[in-house]
């Protein structure tokens, strides 16, 4: 229905898109946000991947030096490709060589800039390290980490463009700008120094096989870019189809080297890859190694022989993660290791290739005391969108299924990190038993092929959870409904309008300051919301043209005699605009009979009216009926007395200073003073005046607001491309005049963009202001949302449904603060302080909408975590379980769709936001039919 796309410039031209986050403007702020952004998790070295899996020393050493030479060529960039299947020791490579890069320095003069640039280390099992949504953000922040020099550059590519931290942005987009613009900015510095690596682990652990053939073909292009540093990428992968099929393309193959990968050495013929007939000999070293370290915490315990631990080496089939999960069963710490050790040689070799781990995963099953549910828990861990603690698996699985997790899951410690704080998630150590669990046919257990798939269990339990814990209630679509009633008297604008109306926002907006300022623009004026004007929003919106034609209304001067008084020397330019062009409205009539009265008299007292007096039509003034009179009262005869009431009479010495040399002159606060007026200011403008201006310290004799009037001047647009100028922008009046039409307009261009990537400009750039445009992005794309989702007509008698349709037919000034209401972290509870306009009954329904959306985020923050994950991925479940559904699962989810989704849609929208509703809706509709 509406389609916005909301760009303000209030203060400084911002970027015209940001994300969902808070981004301050200054350097430190751009920082902070790609720190946010980038995934901590993915770094080779993070707490999350503990234990780090690496090459024990002395094994794998062919590989790892072939590696190593591959690395060291300077002559041009390359993907390494390191593939095989699950568990041979993908990632021990990829985490040895990382560790190796990371010892290694750029160059001998410092210590801070390393080989390794980057590193991705991509799972399943955690939702931002399973997409490539923040892949480059994630490089990019490591790669500044290491070179401090390219951090500008990423600064100034995240202003530009805040977007770009999004992870639904476009991923080339992402790649030129987080990644080919920092690493392009190194070319020189990196020149004759060894090549940097990125080190990215587990491609096919990416959801989506699109994804990685983009990823893969984007870093494939940025390789091939001339301006780039010599730097090498080793991709590590199983051996899937699709991920071949990406490297083999055209532009991409001739940087890819592969590994498996014959090479040749004093004619000997060697086969260098991660399964290669050596692998039994670093398997045997790395039990040895295992085995000696239990013997020295366990006295008693024997030391396998060297046939033993050579037939061990053989059952593992040349994977090291069933080399590891055997130490891990042995030595789980709660069973005699020398009797496990016993099954373990039992252990056949008489299996089919690669299915050596799963017939490990078979034996560690049949030693728990019901085999049928540890393979049942071991299934649900391995299949949830994102990991949970125990405590929080039973929750979800109430009390029928979720009765023993803690007691099964215990004695799957050698397959499952399981931490001892019940707080903590437990994972899988390997994305084999995943694939072991995915499914049955893999398991030989008698009666596992008869367990349910998980994922409608947990489909379920995410549904069961949801239905008992959120009550039915109508109240958002009640309280939607109720403010759309009093939403008639106002007339709804096209979203154009309201972009432009919005622009006055300077500072975060609440929903109530945002109603009051769109109540008054849109006709309201003659009402008693006066008050608003008076507020930073109300100043930016008088210093607009809108603003000035308000002002020049003959009524608006009962405003500037009451509260106007206290806000005119505050206002710079609305003031001089008052002065000047202001007068040739209705106002000239007014503004002398206004000056006639008790307020007119006080704010001649005033620093501002003081200045006034000095100008022409203050002069002009002097000589009306109301400034003689002025002048017989005390006020007028005091101000005779003073230097300027004399220098406005005189005029002899402004002609000298057109004749003689008065920089004298200038300097004395009567020069000072004329400088402010009119006669001044038009002087500053001739050719002798801006030949003056040339020096800094002659700039610095302008008063504030000559100044100001100077810098609109080409003259001195042109001296702000100079330091002098750059340094004038961080005085006061500077700073003033940023703030004005004329310093808008003067950012937009080429030197007020480079001004604003300067240390002062950025520094300048550091106001709150930015937040009002983080919540303006996500405004416009929460309506971009709400019209591209189409809603299948047989849903629209659903409660929820009902209410997303009243949201989309609210009038534009009333969906703003709705939305601001429904995602205010701390909601006001007070309304600001001034008397209502005559449709009072719009601030009371808004009055009890923020209310309610204040009572909803308290229960929406307050559920567990259990009742959150479900919330968030009942549908992730529910699209994953088989079809036909059975009774319960289809029962489950008619009761939910029917009766709870609207309270679902209420939660989530406060939690997350319209958009991800959305999102998930748009996901279950597809499957819905209209009998459900």
């Not at 009942?874 to 769709?897: E, G, Q």
């Not at 679902?904 to 998930?920: H, T, V």
Request: contains cysteine; aromatic residues 10%; hydrophobic residues 35%.
């Amino acid at each position: 229905m509406i389609n916005v796309s909301i760009s303000i410039s209030v203060f400084y031209p911002l970027p015209r898109s940001l994300t969902s986050f808070a981004v301050r403007q200054s350097p430190e702020g751009m920082w902070e946000s790609l720190s946010r952004i980038a995934v901590k998790g993915a770094e080779y070295n993070s707490r999350e991947r503990q234990p780090h899996p690496k090459c024990l020393e002395g094994t794998r050493v062919d590989l790892l030096d072939y590696i190593y030479r591959l690395l060291d060529d300077q002559k041009k960039s390359r993907l390494i490709w390191l593939h095989g299947t699950a568990g041979v020791g993908k990632s021990a490579v990829a985490f040895t060589v990382a560790d190796r890069m990371r010892n290694l320095q750029v160059t001998e003069e410092t210590n801070i800039e390393k080989r390794l640039a980057g590193t991705f280390f991509f799972s399943r099992k955690h939702t931002e390290r399973c997409t490539t949504g923040h892949f480059f953000a994630t490089l990019a922040y490591q790669l500044a980490c290491n070179f401090p020099s390219v951090r500008e550059e990423l600064n100034r590519t995240i202003r530009e463009n805040p977007a770009l931290l999004d992870s639904n942005k476009s991923l080339r987009d992402q790649m030129e700008g987080l990644f080919l613009k920092p690493l392009q900015r190194l070319q020189s510095r990196l020149r004759e120094c060894p090549p940097s690596a990125f080190v990215v682990d587990a491609l096919d652990e990416c959801m989506s096989e699109t994804e990685v053939a983009d990823l893969i073909s984007l870093l494939g292009y940025a390789l091939r870019q001339p301006n780039l540093p010599v730097i090498h990428i080793l991709l590590t992968s199983r051996s899937e189809a699709y991920i071949r099929e990406a490297i083999q393309v055209e532009d991409v193959h001739p940087l890819v080297y592969e590994i498996p990968v014959e090479i040749s050495g004093e004619s000997i013929a060697t086969i260098i890859s991660l399964d290669g007939a050596d692998v039994d000999d670093d398997i045997y070293i790395f039990l040895e190694h295992s085995f000696r370290k239990l013997r020295n915490r366990y006295s008693n315990f024997p030391q396998p022989t060297s046939r033993e631990l050579a037939r061990l080496a053989s059952r593992a089939g040349r994977r090291f993660i069933v080399a590891s999960t055997m130490m891990k069963f042995v030595d789980d710490g709660y069973h005699d290791p020398h009797d496990r050790l016993h099954l373990m040689l039992e252990f056949t070799s008489e299996l089919l290739p690669g299915t050596e781990v799963y017939e490990l995963y078979d034996r560690i099953l049949a030693t728990c005391a019901n085999p049928a549910r540890a393979y049942l828990h071991l299934s649900v861990v391995a299949s949830l969108a994102n990991p949970l603690s125990i405590s929080q698996i039973m929750e979800l699985l109430g009390p029928g299924e979720g009765r023993d997790v803690e007691t099964v899951l215990a004695q799957l410690r050698s397959i499952m990190d399981i931490p001892t704080d019940r707080s903590l998630p437990v994972n899988i150590f390997h994305s084999s038993v995943r694939d072991y669990v995915l499914n049955p046919s893999n398991c030989n257990l008698p009666g596992v092929q008869h367990i349910r798939y998980p994922h409608p269990l947990l489909a379920r339990s995410c549904l069961y959870l949801m239905v008992q814990a959120i009550p039915r209630s109508t109240a958002l679509l009640d309280a939607l409904s109720q403010l759309k009633t009093h939403s008639r008297s106002m007339k709804p604008h096209e979203p154009q309008s309201l972009k432009q109306e919005l622009a006055f926002i300077v500072e975060p907006p609440t929903p109530f300051t945002v109603l009051i300022a769109l109540q008054w623009l849109r006709g309201s004026h003659k009402s008693d919301l006066l008050s608003w004007l008076e507020t930073l929003d109300g100043c930016a919106w008088l210093e607009t043209q809108e603003g000035k034609d308000w002002l020049q209304i003959r009524w608006r001067i009962d405003w500037l005699q009451t509260q106007g008084k206290t806000f005119l020397p505050k206002a710079h330019s609305v003031r001089d605009w008052l002065l000047t062009q202001g007068r040739k409205g209705s106002l000239t009539e007014a503004w002398p009979s206004w000056l006639g009265t008790q307020s007119g008299r006080d704010w001649l007292q005033t620093q501002s009216g003081q200045d006034w007096l000095q100008t022409q039509w203050g002069k002009d003034w002097l000589q009306t009926r109301w400034g003689q009179d002025w002048l017989q009262t005390r006020w007028g005869q005091d101000w005779l007395q003073t230097r300027r009431g004399q220098d406005s009479y005189t005029q002899h010495t402004r002609d000298s200073f057109q004749t003689l040399n008065g920089e004298g002159w200038l300097k004395t606060e009567s020069g000072r003073e004329w400088l402010r007026d009119e006669s001044g200011r038009e002087w500053l403008q001739t050719h002798s005046g801006q030949d003056w201006l040339q020096t800094q310290s002659r700039q610095d004799l302008l008063p504030t607001q000559s100044r100001r009037q100077w810098l609109q001047t080409q003259s001195g647009r042109e001296r702000l491309k100079t330091q002098p100028g750059q340094e004038l922008l961080q005085t006061q009046g500077g700073r003033d005049w940023l703030k004005t039409q004329s310093g808008r307009e003067w950012l937009q261009t080429q030197s007020g963009q480079d001004w604003l990537h300067t240390p002062h400009g950025q520094a300048w750039q550091s106001t709150a202001a930015a937040s009002v445009w983080v919540t303006m992005e996500e405004f416009s794309r929460t309506l971009e949302a709400a019209s591209e989702y189409t809603i299948v007509p047989e849903l629209l008698s659903l409660a929820a449904f009902q209410a997303i349709q009243q949201f989309k037919s609210l009038p534009d000034f009333l969906m703003f603060p709705v939305f601001l209401a429904l995602r205010h972290q701390d909601p006001s509870s007070a309304l600001p302080q001034c008397r209502f306009p005559p449709d009072i009954e719009i601030f009371h329904a808004m009055m009890a909408f923020e209310r309610f959306a204040h009572e909803a985020q308290e229960r929406s923050r307050s559920a567990s975590d259990a009742l959150n994950y479900a919330c968030q991925n009942w549908a992730f479940h529910l699209s994953r379980a088989h079809s036909p559904w059975d009774n319960i699962l289809n029962h489950l989810f008619k009761s939910f769709w029917s009766h709870h989704l609207l309270c679902w849609l209420e939660r989530q929208w406060c939690l997350k936001g319209l958009r991800s509703c959305f999102a998930i809706l748009f996901e279950v509709q597809n499957f819905t039919s209209p009998e459900v």
